[in-house]
Every structure is written in structure tokens, then in C-alpha cells.
């Protein structure tokens, strides 16, 4: 999934990616299912163990809400996916 990338540069990637997605679909609702077929395609252990580990991580700094298998992105990532931040 990634090429020559610190683990931690992997994760930040992972959770762009996860959170990107699940902003763009907003208002579908995805699974967790849903975002490992979209964000790591082979599905293979490591790549739905690093989508695990970004929507958790998303979760808990306030980004990402679990509801049962949903992943829907809370009010604080809406907002902010509104400012247009980094878009000229």
C-alpha cells in the first residue's frame, strides 16, 4: 500500500485517505467493510488492519463516529471539510 514511507507517515496517509473518502461519500453511509474496499482494495490483513487503526485513530481525536459497523464522519470533520482548507 505504501512505498519507502515512515510508519507514521503511512498512518497519516491511511487516515487522509480514510477520512477523505468518507467525507466525499457523506451523507452515505459507509461501513467499515465499505472503507476497507475503497482505501485498501487487495484486502489483505495489513491493509484492513491500517484502515482499522485510521478510523480508530479518527475516532478518537474527534473526526470519525462508529455506530455499530457505520463510519460516518462527526459535525467537526463536516466543518472543517467546509472551509476549503489548503484550496486556493
Same mark, same amino acid.
Given at each position: !500500500? ?5 510508519? &507514521?507517515?503511512? %498512518? ?6 480514510? =477520512? ?12 467499515? $467493510? ?5 482505501? &485498501?482494495?487487495?484486502? %489483505?490483513? $495489513?491493509?484492513?488492519?491500517?484502515? $482499522?487503526?485510521?478510523?480508530? %485513530?479518527?475516532?478518537?481525536?474527534? =473526526? =470519525?463516529?462508529?455506530?455499530? %459497523? ?5 459535525? &467537526? &470533520?463536516?466543518? !472543517? ?8
Amino acid at each position: !500500500m505504501h512505498d519507502q514511507v515512515s510508519p &507514521a507517515g503511512e %498512518d497519516a496517509q491511511d487516515q487522509a485517505a480514510v =477520512l477523505t473518502l468518507v467525507l466525499t461519500e457523506h451523507p452515505t453511509p459507509l461501513t467499515l $467493510a465499505d472503507v476497507e474496499r475503497e482505501v &485498501a482494495p487487495d484486502q %489483505d490483513f $495489513a491493509g484492513r488492519d491500517a484502515v $482499522a487503526r485510521a478510523v480508530r %485513530d479518527l475516532s478518537a481525536v474527534g =473526526l =470519525l463516529h462508529r455506530q455499530g %459497523d457505520l463510519v460516518l464522519p462527526t459535525r &467537526a &470533520a463536516l466543518h !472543517m471539510d467546509g472551509l476549503d482548507i489548503g484550496n486556493p
